[in-house]
């Protein structure tokens, strides 16, 4: 059994870099915060004597060495990445987790056959710089690196320089060849466990997703003289986008999701009808052809809408992922792990994005889900209990070691 | 006549202070631009001999004395504050015209019985401090004072600070009841006069308005695994606000106007489900039931709308002012001078919000339209011609003389 006390203690260590007023954690990608993150992490894996290797795009891998020089390693890991109004354990909790199993096996002298490493991915949010899972999606070939490189934040900073203002552009080269099994324990981030009263989620795959940044362009004019038959009006189109998003990710239930998580309006005055209107679209779903429909009529309604409001515009994908079935073999190890444990446990589909959909392209992979309060996250209020925590971490700790061997 | 060139000159000279890119000018109310723009006016009207005053919300008021020393003062004006991607000519044109009588008069030495009073009135936009037409609100008692001061802009600067902080805090004291005649020469803000082929709008009154702010107040949430049914997403709510805004305006035709010219969302982070949403929302109608009936009907559908997506609101006016019919006289002696000039002309109603509908509240009023490009104004692109430009400014020398008396 791994220790309890002493994971739910590193997770509020780590819960102080970037804190808020609320409780929860402002922790964004490649700041300065993170940075602090990402050099704790190392200070902690460093003290079990840990190798650090650190990749192009920022991936940190601490090693344990197995036995065996020749075996592959058993890795675990998530990110340390926050959104603007994140919580504690979103991400972090994967990452402890590994660290833990870590300090676990050297508190019992116990050498596995495999190496066992864990991984603090780069930008798995993708809120300040799209699309999410940067890291894991360029570690696994999914991403391309250039292109990522040059991606911006609101402020027009590219990946490039922040990763080099953090100093963690790595030259350490990783290989997916290198890994046996991967295994992410994470919040379930949605109110499915919670509500049946379940310990761990048995995450057999995850949502795909498609991202767009959408440019309504319309005619700033006055909201007074300018008659309603007679304005291009980029917010009545923004408006329509947002519903016909909404009404298209309802007709694919019970998979389906669409959100509009940021709009901004120019010029942004209360008398003038707005310009032009910059805004995110976020869709997702479980059958590819679904996602694939869902993205169709997002467009379609785009293309329709902005023709009844004389609104020019411009769709640009952003992300653009496929649904993941993760690997059977490291499924059952997961479901194994919690019914030797006595744990209640269940099958699930995740509804977020994670490190392990990409990894499980190119090496075995799963995930490990726990509850959070009232399936909650990307908010301040994310909550978790140290039950859960502590029994989502022994999960980790037999699914790795079934996966090692002694 | 007025003198075409010196006119034109005066108002892109004024143009160079704030001036954009794109042609247009940002001069928002109390920021120093603007005060370079008053120190201007005020040194011009020096140098034509008038006296200067200046009351408490920093309104300007020019004045030429006339022979009578008991006659009330004739007096034109509007304002120098432009919105942030405004145009040459919204408010400028007004005070510059007003100018331009009184170099007119000068130059070929008039004496006129009543005296004549140019007004540049503090705040007209609205836009960075709401309400608009803020100092000639206060002039007209119709907007109170200590309320207005304690007004912030989104940095939650105060109109008190801002107006100390430019120096245009004044301690004269001017009485609506010195007013004989108010004329305010404006560019039409809308598409009538130009689709007529018609150089002078002779104003019968104008539009009322009512401003809300409003607050949406849901729960923010993970975009992928919080399932459609489950959400409270303030960014629904705010798009079916937007859509009925505009449904109860097209409801309201000829004369409502719906428009939601600002919107921030909260977190603003494009896979969270934003928590919070700030709007405004500006609606207006030339019949005071039908401006009170669109009031109520958008109360009730945010009252809805909240209700079904389950969200809190907080719904605050920041405007309401009853449609204004000018004053008979002033109308007469604008249509008249329009006639005596041989210049097409039409009776006209203003979308817009101007001074000269409180100040008509308090003493006779009446305004000028002039044709603007395509109709558009609140836009860089806002456009007039120097031929309109001089036609408008020789009406109301015709209206003010006829009022003032030789
Ligand atoms: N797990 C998680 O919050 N991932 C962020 C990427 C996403 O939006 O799914
Ligand atoms: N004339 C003008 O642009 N006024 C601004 C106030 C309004 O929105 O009507």
Chains 1, 2 share one sequence.
């Not at 991202?211 to 923004?238: K, S, V, Y």
Request: net charge negative.
């Amino acid at each position: 059994r791994t220790d309890s006390d002493r994971l739910w203690e590193a997770l509020m260590e780590m819960a102080k870099l970037g804190a808020t007023p609320k409780g929860g954690v402002n922790r964004q990608a490649l700041t300065d915060l993170e940075r602090q993150g990402r050099d704790l992490f190392i200070q902690w894996c460093r003290a079990e004597g840990c190798t650090i290797r650190i990749d192009n795009i920022g991936n940190i891998f601490a090693r344990r060495e197995g036995s065996d020089p020749n075996a592959k390693t058993v890795m675990a890991g998530s990110h340390l990445d926050s959104q603007p109004t994140g919580g504690k354990y979103d991400g972090c909790f994967g990452v402890l987790s590994g660290l833990e199993v870590i300090r676990t096996l050297n508190q019992h002298n116990i050498t596995t056959q495999s190496p066992i490493e864990v991984v603090a991915w780069t930008n798995e949010e993708g809120c300040r710089f799209p699309p999410c899972m940067m890291g894991s999606g360029v570690f696994s070939g999914e991403l391309e690196f250039d292109a990522m490189m040059a991606r911006t934040d609101a402020d027009g900073v590219t990946v490039s320089d922040a990763l080099d203002a953090i100093h963690y552009r790595g030259c350490d080269s990783v290989s997916p060849d290198e890994i046996k099994a991967y295994f992410e324990p994470h919040i379930e981030q949605g109110p499915i466990l919670e509500d049946t009263d379940t310990t761990i989620g048995v995450v057999i795959g995850g949502l795909g997703q498609k991202w767009f940044d959408l440019t309504l362009t319309g005619l700033e004019a006055h909201a007074g003289p300018t008659p309603m038959n007679l304005r291009r009006d980029a917010m009545m189109g923004a408006a329509e986008v947002t519903q016909a998003l909404n009404r298209i990710a309802f007709e694919h239930q019970p998979h389906g999701r669409g959100t509009v998580g940021c709009m901004t309006l120019h010029p942004g005055s209360r008398n003038v009808i707005p310009g032009q209107v910059k805004m995110t679209l976020d869709m997702r779903h479980w059958e590819p052809e679904a996602l694939i429909a869902m993205g169709k009529a997002v467009a379609a309604a785009v293309e329709d809408i902005c023709q009844r409001h004389g609104l020019a515009y411009e769709l640009t994908p952003t992300a653009d992922f496929a649904p993941e079935h993760f690997n059977k073999e490291c499924v059952d190890a997961v479901r194994e792990g919690a019914k030797q444990l006595g744990l209640s446990h269940m099958d699930i589909i995740s509804g977020a994005g994670h490190d392990a959909m990409f990894v499980g392209r190119v090496a075995p992979a799963a995930m490990i889900f726990i509850p959070c309060k009232d399936g909650i996250s990307h908010n301040e209020i994310e909550s978790a209990t140290p039950e859960h925590v502590h029994a989502g971490c022994n999960v980790l700790l037999h699914a790795m070691l079934d996966a090692a061997g002694l």
